[in-house]
């Protein structure tokens, strides 16, 4: 059985692919240049040379949702590695040795997590600035707690089990044990937590830069378009428009794609019709 033997896989699959795809080929092609002004062609509807419109500058909606769609889910998955990097590194050790370390670190941890991952972000955006870096850093930041916190209470399950006893009376070092018997059987939920924050970091990422702490204009991403396009809804609709399609389409898919993942590497899932 695969992930995309089910509806939710197929579909949310597909939403994905098409915004990689969309992403991965803005690198070499665009209908248009995705910065370039055309004044002459300001606000123009959707059809023609412009298949999704112009803006307010005359620039084409669907190049530079095409490059829009690499920054933001570029930063996302930057995003997405970072936080899990660290919160598994924070998550195995505090786990596997617990002692005072952990107490001291996990309070900490939860004190972050009692905050909100968009307001820590905010915050933190005010320190790093805004630039592409900072963002990754300041998402990174936000989400690892609860990477951590997942990864430490798998490792508090797996360290009593008999094949960790077993290793250690084969001579096995700590080290070994943590990177040969306890870090591979975190990866199951480690996938479907990954899953799930890269569509939490691509929300927070688009609502950042709809609040003009994302990356820096006039470098597109679906959330600054999305704000550019609000003095324009009443008569340029398509603004707004299309990059919420393609924020809430991205989602759908990042969300159907988890469930599927869930379904398939949860075994108390499995017998769920």
């Known amino acids: 059985m695969t992930i995309f033997r089910s509806l939710r896989g197929v579909v949310g699959g597909l939403l994905v692919g098409i915004s990689l795809a969309a992403a991965a080929i803005s690198l070499v092609w665009t209908p248009h240049n995705p910065l370039a002004l055309n004044l002459m062609a300001r606000l123009a509807p959707p059809g023609g040379s412009f298949l999704l419109g112009t803006d307010e500058f005359g620039r084409d909606v669907l190049s530079r949702l095409m490059t829009g769609a690499g920054a933001s889910i570029s930063i996302s998955i930057a995003t997405v590695i970072f936080a899990v990097t660290i919160g598994t590194v924070i998550g195995v050790l505090t786990g596997f040795f617990r002692g005072w370390t952990d107490r001291i670190v996990m309070t900490f941890n939860d004190a972050l997590l009692a905050f909100p991952g968009i307001l820590l972000a905010l915050g933190l955006l005010v320190v790093l600035g805004a630039s592409r870096p900072g963002i990754i850093l300041a998402l990174g930041l936000a989400y690892t707690p609860s990477v951590a916190r997942v990864v430490r209470g798998t490792v508090l399950s797996l360290r ?114």
């Open 160 to 273: 009593e089990n008999a094949f960790i006893e077993a290793s250690r009376v084969m001579g096995h070092g700590e080290v070994y044990t943590m990177l040969r018997h306890i870090l591979p059987n975190c990866i199951a939920p480690l996938t479907v937590l990954a899953t799930s924050m890269f569509g939490w970091v691509l929300l927070s990422e688009s609502a950042l830069s709809f609040l003009g702490l994302g990356a820096p204009p006039p470098s597109p991403s679906w959330g600054n378009m999305l704000s550019g396009g609000r003095a324009f809804m009443s008569q340029a609709p398509w603004l707004g428009i299309f990059p919420g399609l393609c924020i809430s389409l991205t989602l759908l898919g990042i969300n159907l794609l988890g469930d599927a993942l869930r379904d398939r590497l949860d075994p108390r899932m499995r017998n769920i019709a």
